[in-house]
């Protein structure tokens, strides 16, 4: 039977579409099984809102137990790290370099809250791989003047006790917003979010907030670290920059085929 144009466009267009949903889960940083009808919904609106745009409800907050995981070792690592066993080195391109800062000291330094949403480099639109929390902990900058970061120093490295790496600029890490964090949503850590201290660095994806940090150091090279040298057999890294970015935009309802009227 030969198919009118019409109708072998929409079969490839269907074909398509499942072809690129069935390769796109695929793309994350490994692999994730998920139960979409126990996702988070967002708040109810008010019905007496007033005018769009006057009034937004709060975003709302992913539980921690809810929250996404990822590492390099799968979703469910769980290095059990122990306080009095932990310590994180300052060193490098520093003026006086720190080779063990305790879980304790990290607890006295001064404290600030902040929101912010986090996304996994390999969610796809619609996917699981992100949540909203409430962060809480220290300025970086305050972390890196402990040692005093040298002029010459661009990039601060970080190596994690699972062995994944990671860089960011000098001049982004010591931004007010940019905090190392011991505290979310009013809690302690988890220990599969980070325990001791990971970082949260907004604007970016995950993959630019390690998580068990237990080295910091100062260099002066673009530095390529776990995700954004390893090829993974495609032709492709994740970006070094890791800049975040809008991943769903509605302009209008259409219809997906072209030569299909919505009905009125």
């Not at 890791?242 to 009227?261: C, E, G």
């Amino acid at each position: 039977m030969e198919l009118s144009e019409s109708s072998r466009r929409r079969f490839l267009r269907a074909g398509g579409v499942a072809f690129i949903w069935s390769i796109v889960p695929q793309l994350g940083c490994d692999s994730n099984k998920v139960d979409f009808r126990s996702m988070p919904t967002a708040p109810p609106m008010e019905p007496d809102m007033g005018e769009p745009g006057n009034i937004l409800p709060a975003p709302p907050i992913t539980a921690n137990d809810r929250f996404y995981l990822q590492s390099i070792n799968g979703q469910n690592y769980d290095p059990k790290l122990r306080a009095p066993n932990w310590s994180m080195a300052i060193d490098g391109l520093v003026e006086n370099p720190i080779t063990g800062i305790t879980y304790e000291d990290i607890l006295q330094m001064p404290m600030q809250h902040q929101v912010m949403t986090m996304q996994c480099i390999g969610n796809w639109i619609g996917g699981p791989l992100v949540g909203n929390a409430e962060w809480g902990g220290t300025r970086f900058a305050e972390v890196l003047a402990l040692a005093g970061v040298r002029t010459e120093a661009t990039q601060v490295k970080f190596t994690s006790v699972d062995g994944y790496t990671t860089s960011i600029p000098v001049a982004r890490a010591i931004r007010d917003n940019v905090l190392l964090a011991w505290e979310m949503n009013g809690d302690q850590l988890p220990s599969k979010h980070g325990y001791p201290v990971r970082l949260i660095n907004p604007g970016h994806y995950g993959q630019k907030m390690p998580k068990w940090i237990t080295r910091i150091e100062l260099i002066d090279d673009d530095y390529l670290g776990y995700w954004e040298s390893k090829p993974e057999n495609r032709p492709f890294k994740w970006s070094n920059a890791a800049t975040a970015t809008v991943n769903s935009r509605v302009d209008a309802p259409v219809s997906i085929w072209d030569d299909v009227q919505d009905p009125g």
